[in-house]
């Protein structure tokens, strides 16, 4: 059997992506990973079944939590530590798992892996070499504790330009040819960035720094704050070329079929980031002497 070193969570709020997210995955991954999917949407029994048939844990929320604490909670379950936790996971979730009959917590697939990656689910794998390029890029920077594949569609505003950038077409980011055709213009370029539509993440590095702060919500902000306590403490995210994943953009966070909010939502504090940075948000700030400065912000977990 081949090691499980990666978990992959996908926190979602809709149905009609998530179905082809998880079977790209399993065609164009290497089988070393198991899927948790926190299911924040209305109940629907057609759909449950069809994503437990593609997902090792299927935790079904009564609330929607957002994507930073639905994320929280698919690596807690996957770190297998905090048992209080993970109890009330159990009392507040229906809790899922794809094994035999009186399959019990952590005694199929699900353990601690080397990786924890959250994942949205409006992205499409496209290409058999994705995973392979994440692992390089970890190999090539040994400092680099977040590793996110680049899309071959990017949103415009990251050019100075309205809607978006194609790289590549969906239909041409099917053929291979032409995703290797993109690895080798880009040369090995790494951009310095976390995006979190899908973030492989050292867990060791999660250990370190902590999860997402879960006062954002329903989803953006949570990953500058990460990236934040990355650079703070010397390390790196970034986003590789050498690793290719379609993303759709700006889905996610959508609510066509989701739950009812578990907290209001936080804009004021998502408007705001020196709360939670109180000397100004710059992952780049120096002291005097040139240092990156160390903060060490509040990370908050919220109740279930």
Same mark, same amino acid.
């Given at each position: ?14 149905? !009609? ?14 089988? *070393? ?7 924040? %949407? ?20 009564? +609330?929607? $939590? ?13 770190? *297998?530590?905090?048992? !209080?936790?993970?109890?009330? +996971?159990?009392?507040?979730? /229906?809790?899922?798992? /794809?094994?035999?009959?009186? %399959? ?6 699900? /353990? ?14 496209? &290409?058999?070499?994705? &995973? ?8 090539? $920077? !040994? %400092?680099?504790?977040?590793? *996110? ?9 990251? $050019? ?6 194609? /790289? ?26 976390? %995006?979190? &539509?899908?973030? +492989? ?5 999660i250990d370190e720094l902590g999860m997402f702060d879960e006062r954002w919500w329903p989803g953006g902000g949570e990953d500058y704050d990460m990236m934040g306590r990355v650079y703070a403490a010397g390390y790196r995210a970034l986003a590789t070329s050498l690793s290719w994943v379609y993303h759709i953009w700006g889905q996610s966070k959508d609510e066509p079929d989701g739950l009812s909010q578990a907290q209001p939502p936080a804009r004021e504090y998502w408007n705001k980031l020196n709360v939670a940075w109180p000397d100004g948000f710059d992952v780049w700030a120096k002291d005097k002497d040139g240092n990156l ?12």
């Open positions: 059997m081949t090691d499980i070193i990666n978990t992959f969570v996908f926190p979602i709020v809709r149905c !009609d992506y998530i179905l082809d997210a998880l079977k790209s995955l399993h065609y164009f991954t290497p089988p *070393n990973y198991q899927t948790i999917v926190v299911d924040q %949407t209305q109940p629907d029994a057609e759909f449950e079944e069809q994503l437990r048939a593609l997902c090792d844990v299927h935790v079904k929320t009564r +609330v929607n $939590y957002g994507f930073a604490q639905g994320t929280n909670i698919g690596w807690r379950l996957a770190q *297998n530590r905090d048992e !209080d936790y993970i109890d009330e +996971v159990f009392r507040k979730c /229906h809790v899922w798992y /794809h094994g035999p009959p009186g %399959t019990t917590y952590g005694s199929v697939r699900l /353990h601690p892996t080397e990786y924890l990656t959250t994942c949205n689910d409006d992205v499409v794998f496209v &290409w058999g070499g994705w &995973w392979d390029g994440i692992i390089a890029s970890f190999e090539k $920077y !040994d %400092t680099a504790v977040c590793v *996110n594949p680049m899309s071959p569609r990017e949103p415009g505003w990251g $050019y100075g330009q309205e809607g978006f950038i194609e /790289h590549l077409t969906f239909k041409e980011s099917i053929y291979p040819k032409n995703i290797e055709r993109l690895v080798a213009e880009k040369n090995g370029q790494m951009i310095d960035g976390l %995006t979190c &539509w899908c973030s +492989v993440f050292k867990t060791s590095a400065l160390k903060r060490t912000p509040e990370v908050v977990r919220m109740s279930l």
